[in-house]
């Protein structure tokens, strides 16, 4: 079966620390993946896919593989960055269908 | 170039009845998909239009059902409303069908209560 698991319903960080939001997948095939995020009042929109390699906002994530995990990281943390994040797989084939996650709140205090 | 709209905002219905959302995708794309996102939750997939042809659905009764029109706008129409279709309604559109070429932008969703 085709999942997406965020494991912390909410991550509360304090501004310069770092943060790792974590994101496990489920798929046979080979998946692409995707951060999300969701700033307050405003609408999803992407962060980062993993075929990019590129960090946006100081976020990076890595797909491994072997422990089907996509975990989003940032050194440290910014109080902009609070907002809603969803991990997100997309399958083979040719539909651009995305599985999402539950989501992780990130709540940076000052 | 205007991003993606929704209409209505919000919509409350009552339970037995039918609705209709609307779903103006972004210039230039040709292919919509609508999600549907229950509170607490990741949205969740439920169909995608390509160039007016339905191109894959998720695990909803074919009470919802869709349409895109040549402009490529779309709708979402759900018959027999129940209690459990109250959830935010995503639409997304994209340049294209497949998973990696295209990023998907989202609009800012339609919320259907049904009593």
């Known amino acids: 079966a085709q999942r997406v698991t965020q494991p912390e319903k909410l991550l509360s960080v304090f501004k310069g620390a770092p943060v790792e939001l974590k994101c496990n997948y489920s798929y046979s095939g080979s998946p692409e993946l995707f951060w999300y995020v969701q700033y307050s009042r405003q609408r999803l929109q992407l962060l980062l896919r993993?075929?990019s390699r590129e960090s946006i906002k100081g976020f990076t994530a890595d797909l491994n593989k072997g422990e089907t995990s996509f975990h989003l990281k940032k050194p440290f943390a910014q109080e902009e960055d609070s907002a809603m994040y969803y991990c997100a797989l997309s399958g083979s084939g040719n539909t651009g269908k995305l599985i999402f996650g539950q989501g992780t709140t990130l709540q940076v205090k000052p | 170039e205007t991003g993606v709209t929704q209409s209505p905002t919000h919509l409350i219905k009552t339970r037995g009845q039918q609705v209709t959302l609307r779903c103006s995708s972004q210039s230039g794309h040709n292919t919509v998909s609508w999600y549907q996102q229950a509170l607490g939750q990741g949205p969740q997939f439920i169909f995608q239009y390509y160039r007016e042809e339905e191109n894959g659905r998720g695990n909803f009764p074919p009470r919802f059902s869709g349409l895109q029109f040549p402009n490529y706008s779309s709708e979402l129409n759900v018959n027999a409303l129940e209690l459990d279709d109250s959830a935010l309604y995503l639409c997304a559109s994209s340049l294209g069908r497949r998973r990696s070429s295209y990023e998907q932008y989202f609009g800012p969703g339609t919320r259907l209560t049904v009593t």
């Open positions: 993993h075929i």
